[in-house]
């Protein structure tokens, strides 16, 4: 079986360049917390800016449907960027107006019931980014084990 999609969180980088390949996945880690039947998850990914341009891309989080996100930090460099919630048009105007004026920026949003994706814009250079992303998620019994 070929899977052509990671099913953990990942970024993407569009355009023609291979910007992606200059903005590799560092380390990854995942701290987890069972109480009963409810796991506590925080996830989070270092990434690094090696080219030279900025970069803008989506942090996707494919997820299980039986998953709420309840949390989301990025840091880029010194800047800590805490997701809020909003409405969503409100949301997409002030993303779109940080955009536009260079600064760096994200939107997350939920694409589907199980996929999540926060769009950045502007890594500048040599900025390590830092994804932290927590989640509860009920964890269903098979032939009683979880």
Request: proline share 6%; net charge positive.
């Amino acid at each position: 079986m070929r899977i052509s999609k990671p099913l953990s969180p990942y970024f993407f980088v569009a355009g023609d360049e291979p910007s992606a390949e200059q903005f590799p996945l560092k380390d990854t880690k995942v701290e987890v917390t069972i109480s009963g039947v409810i796991a506590d998850v925080k996830v989070t990914q270092y990434y690094e800016n090696n080219g030279a341009a900025p970069i803008n891309g989506s942090y996707i989080f494919p997820g299980s449907t039986r998953a709420a996100v309840h949390g989301m930090k990025m840091r880029i460099g010194e800047r800590l960027i805490t997701a809020k919630i909003k409405e969503k048009e409100a949301a997409r105007q002030i993303f779109e107006a940080a955009k536009k004026a260079g600064k760096s920026a994200s939107l997350l949003a939920q694409k589907r019931p199980n996929v999540f994706s926060m769009e950045v814009a502007n890594i500048m250079p040599g900025d390590n980014l830092t994804v932290e992303l927590r989640y509860t998620e009920l964890l269903i019994p098979a032939e009683g084990r979880l």
